[in-house]
């Protein structure tokens, strides 16, 4: 088993970046989902109601993200500089402290997206300790997918689907379906990391990421409940992760397991 991917999302909800190498954390990869879109409100605005958000494109260019809207494009820095903090409402039952960040690029978000929104940085990674630090991420700092999985999907499904509808941050190619299920703890090039729970998928799995139309008949959820069905509710595909030895990872590092959970045979 070894690592065939590596996604990065800035932009809570937004295209990926793909890259060859990169950092793991103990907040997860190097600028995953350190930006996030709010409405008036100041709550969460994701492509599961917003799927043109899957179409904003973003790449690092020295110091600044880019952050490319249609034929619009505007620079971020990389160091935000803390400003006057506001407490936005994320899956977290505590409000986090964000950072307002480029007004002209909340107008033209707002007119693409047809709503009032704007795009906030997470203030919690600036925290003095690494490990209170907090991106936007739905649940752990990294979520792990593997082509088997997919495969073993697919042979299921009328029409296939891409991994790109999981976005996941790490994909492994292997060839066991679903055996990430039994993973404990797991090390990948200088990096250790340690399974939580299975990723529950939600209606943004049914949401084409090229075309943007939403499946009929829910799939691959519907496939998936007939297999991959949760003990809490619900269907699960891939694997959260924390990280517990940072480090560099690069495409093509091998997956080692080190230790399986108790309940794997």
């Known amino acids: 088993m070894h690592l065939s991917k590596i996604h990065t999302y800035p932009i809570k909800s937004t295209h990926p970046i793909s890259a060859q190498s990169t950092y793991l954390l103990t907040t997860g990869i190097a600028l995953d989902r350190h930006w996030m879109v709010i409405d008036a409100n100041n709550a969460m605005v994701t492509s599961r109601k917003r799927p043109k958000?899957?179409?904003?494109?973003?790449?690092?260019?020295?110091?600044?993200?880019?952050?490319?809207?249609e034929h619009q494009e505007f620079?971020?820095?990389?160091?935000?500089?803390?400003?006057?903090?506001?407490?936005?409402k994320h899956w977290a039952q505590e409000p986090l402290p964000a950072w307002p960040q480029n007004e002209a690029l909340d107008t033209a978000l707002s007119a693409y997206l047809e709503m009032d929104c704007r795009v906030v940085y997470?203030?919690?990674?600036h925290s003095k300790s690494s490990n209170d630090g907090v991106s936007f991420a739905d649940a752990q700092p990294v979520l792990l997918t593997t082509t088997a999985s997919l495969?073993?999907?697919n042979m299921r499904l009328d029409v296939p689907v891409g991994m790109g509808r999981f976005r996941s941050n790490l994909v492994i190619d292997n060839v066991i379906a679903d055996v990430e299920d039994a993973w404990k703890r797991i090390r990948i090039g200088e990096c250790e990391l340690e399974a939580t729970y299975p990723c529950e998928r939600c209606v943004l799995t049914t949401i084409d990421p090229e075309t943007l139309t939403k499946h009929q008949h829910q799939e691959p959820l519907r496939t998936l409940a007939t297999y991959r069905k949760l003990p809490q509710g619900g269907v699960g595909f891939g694997v959260n992760l924390i990280v517990v030895r940072p480090g560099p990872i690069c495409v093509g590092d091998t997956l080692e397991v080190l230790s399986y959970a108790a309940t794997a045979h």
């Open 75 to 88: 620079l971020l820095p990389l160091t935000v500089e803390p400003n006057t903090p506001i407490m936005v």
């Open 122 to 125: 997470s203030a919690s990674l």
């Open 151 to 153: 495969a073993a999907l």
């Open 53 to 69: 958000l899957l179409h904003v494109l973003t790449r690092v260019e020295g110091d600044c993200l880019r952050v490319i809207i």
